[in-house]
């Protein structure tokens, strides 16, 4: 049986969704999370700050680092440094959200950490966006807690090409040269002073896409609504397979009883006349019997599978997180996509 530390870091982390790809393997998580299941708050504590400073961590990682460091220190009655770790965990993953049952001593910080960024404009404590201004690419960086201290821009012309990457100094905003292409494809990753990614926008794998577009007057354009997935399908075929499975469940406890009942008027005086036997006197008893319990048996398994069906599917929908708009504005030349959500 999972003991309470472990529930209520797998609660935590479990709610932690914002960053992209949190089920990266990485063995310093691994080994924070242990310590914090094993109760090693010490430990913990240790792990996650040693891994935060050695670097190097992508974002995924660098977001559970500074959540198991901040619950770990929350734990020890650090509430100062469990705020600042809980604010920095926060802006790396702004989706960030603790569930009710962890214990007000962690929600407590986290609480404090969560309404000290909260903003008026709802905007996220980290944020990255690119503009395109014909042969300049601008990134702009909100940054409130001064986190990032440097800026990997990786671009290239086309698919297939090799990025090239340019390391840039954080601040506001930043301009660099780019090609005069129809099309630029382009990543950026915000560093803290350890290495550390705690923003992105784009990756290797799925850059943005700047287009250029050649207009005399402004234009505005949004490339697609804000999309999310469909999970309808997931919560109908769920909560169907809850209710067949209920039903079997009931269907299989009232055959119990009829077997329940046949088994006693086979077992009474009744079936116990002299002259015949048990059988000859309540043979279709008998088989009422065997009916019950073979239906009650079958009833009992199908329902269980149908509830484990529908557990399974919740678990396997996915999540409601939504893709961001971008928006394309040509006058200058523009492509800017938001990262982050709100608090």
């Known amino acids: 049986m999972m003991n309470r530390p472990a529930f209520l870091?797998?609660?935590?982390?479990?709610?932690?969704?914002?960053?992209?790809?949190?089920?990266?393997?990485?063995?310093?998580?691994?080994?924070?999370?242990?310590?914090?299941?094993?109760?090693?708050?010490?430990?913990?504590?240790?792990?996650?700050?040693?891994?935060?400073?050695?670097?190097?961590?992508?974002?995924?990682?660098?977001?559970?680092?500074?959540?198991?460091?901040?619950?770990?220190?929350a734990a020890l009655d650090q509430n100062d440094e469990a705020r600042s770790a809980f604010s920095a965990a926060l802006a790396v993953n702004p989706e960030l959200k603790l569930d009710k049952s962890v214990s007000p001593k962690i929600r407590g910080p986290y609480l404090e950490a969560r309404g000290a960024l909260s903003t008026a404009d709802g905007k996220a404590p980290l944020e990255l966006a690119m503009h395109q201004h014909r042969q300049e690419l601008e990134i702009e960086l909100r940054d409130a807690l001064g986190l990032a201290t440097s800026l990997t821009l990786s671009i290239r012309a086309r698919?297939?090409?090799?990025?090239?990457?340019?390391?840039?100094?954080a601040g506001?905003?930043?301009?660099?040269?780019?090609?005069?292409?129809?099309?630029?494809?382009?990543?950026?990753?915000?560093?803290?002073?350890?290495?550390?990614?705690?923003?992105?926008?784009?990756?290797?794998?799925?850059?943005?896409?700047?287009?250029?577009?050649?207009?005399?007057r402004p234009v505005s354009t949004t490339i697609g609504p804000e999309r999310g997935v469909n999970r309808t399908p997931y919560f109908v075929s769920a909560g169907a397979m809850a209710v067949l499975g209920l039903a079997s469940g009931g269907i299989a406890t009232a055959m119990y009883l009829k077997r329940e009942d046949a088994a006693k008027e086979w077992n009474g005086a009744s079936c116990e006349q002299p002259g015949m036997t048990r059988m000859q006197q309540c043979g279709p008893v008998d088989d009422r019997r065997h009916d019950a319990q073979t239906m009650a048996i079958g009833f009992g398994a199908a329902g269980g599978a149908l509830l484990l069906g529908s557990a399974l599917t919740l678990l396997l929908t996915p999540s409601s997180k939504h893709e961001p708009n971008v928006a394309l504005d040509a006058g200058p030349q523009r492509l800017m996509l938001r990262l982050g959500g709100e608090l």
């Open 9 to 73: 870091l797998s609660a935590a982390l479990a709610l932690a969704g914002a960053a992209p790809a949190l089920a990266q393997t990485n063995e310093r998580v691994t080994e924070a999370q242990k310590a914090y299941a094993d109760v090693d708050y010490a430990g913990t504590r240790r792990l996650a700050k040693t891994a935060i400073e050695r670097g190097g961590n992508d974002r995924a990682a660098t977001g559970q680092l500074y959540l198991l460091w901040a619950m770990a220190a």
């Open 172 to 216: 506001h905003s930043r301009r660099v040269q780019v090609p005069a292409e129809n099309e630029l494809q382009a990543f950026v990753q915000a560093l803290d002073g350890y290495g550390n990614v705690v923003s992105e926008l784009g990756s290797a794998e799925d850059p943005e896409r700047l287009v250029l577009v050649s207009s005399e």
């Open 159 to 169: 698919e297939g090409q090799p990025y090239e990457r340019r390391k840039l100094a």
